[in-house]
């Protein structure tokens, strides 16, 4: 059975930083591409950050360019959301999530496996 789990969220002042972890289960992914995803109340789930299985390529929403960074470790079949200068409007549930494809993609529909969530919220 594969398990994504995604651990470090929790409340920090705006300003502030997270780190969130996801760790996967049952299946490699260090041949897939992963990604981190966000839905806050009332709103669509929308892309955060997508890594390539080899670390190299990377994207980002426009809205979290330059203060959020995705990284992955493939030994521990881990990836990574380093927030930093976090803001009120990063307020949601994030998610992680792994394709099971090679190629690069930021389309939450073509992941065909999600983590249970975790909360992050920002005060002002």
């Known amino acids: 059975q594969v398990q994504l789990v995604e651990s470090g969220g929790g409340l920090v002042q705006a300003g502030g930083s997270l780190r969130l972890s996801c760790a996967a289960s049952?299946?490699?992914?260090?041949?897939?591409?992963m990604g981190w995803f966000r839905q806050a109340p009332g709103k669509e789930r929308e892309v955060v950050a997508v890594i390539r299985w080899g670390g190299s390529t990377k994207d980002y929403a426009d809205s979290v360019k330059g203060r959020f960074t995705i990284s992955r470790d493939n030994a521990k079949n881990t990836v990574y959301l380093q927030m930093n200068s976090l803001k009120p409007e990063d307020t949601a549930v994030y998610y992680c999530a792994g394709t099971t494809l090679v190629r690069f993609t930021t389309t939450p529909g073509e992941y065909a496996y999600w983590g249970q969530g975790t909360q992050v919220t920002v005060s002002s």
């Open positions: 049952g299946r490699s992914f260090s041949t897939n591409t």
